[in-house]
C-alpha cells in the first residue's frame, strides 16, 4: 500500500513514494531442518519519473526501499527482518 506525489513539468512526472510493506520470511535450521516462518510488517519508499509519450501512452522508472522489520524467531532467539532495493521500469496505457 503505497501513495506518490509529485510535481508535474510539461510531458514529465517527478515524485516521491511513501508507504506500508509486508512480507513473509523463513527461518530453517540446516542442522534438524526445523524451519519457522512470521510475517513482517515494514515500509517501503523512494521516487520515480513518469514521461508521458502520447496522450494515451506514458514510461516510468522508480526506485524502491523496502524495509521489513526485525521479528524475534523462537528457532535462532535471535531478531531478523529484510532490506531490499528495487528498480522498476514500466509502461502505461491509459483507455
Known amino acids: 500500500l503505497r ?3 509529485g510535481v508535474a513539468l510539461g510531458n ?3 515524485y516521491g513514494a511513501l508507504g506500508l ?5 523463513t527461518a530453517q535450521s540446516t542442522i534438524t531442518g526445523v524451519s ?5 510488517l515494514g515500509w ?3 521516487g520515480g ?4 509519450l ?3 501512452w506514458s514510461a516510468r522508472a522508480e526506485y524502491l526501499y523496502v524495509d521489513l522489520s526485525d ?25
Open 3 to 5: 501513495g506518490r506525489a
Open 12 to 14: 514529465l512526472l517527478f
Open 21 to 25: 510493506a509486508y512480507g513473509g520470511l
Open 36 to 40: 519457522e516462518s512470521k510475517t513482517h
Open 44 to 46: 517501503a519508499g523512494g
Open 49 to 52: 519519473l513518469e514521461v508521458g
Open 54 to 56: 502520447t496522450p494515451n
Open 71 to 95: 521479528r524475534t524467531y523462537a528457532l535462532s532467539g535471535l531478531g531478523h527482518g529484510m532490506g531490499s532495493s528495487m528498480l522498476r521500469l514500466g509502461v502505461n496505457y491509459r483507455f
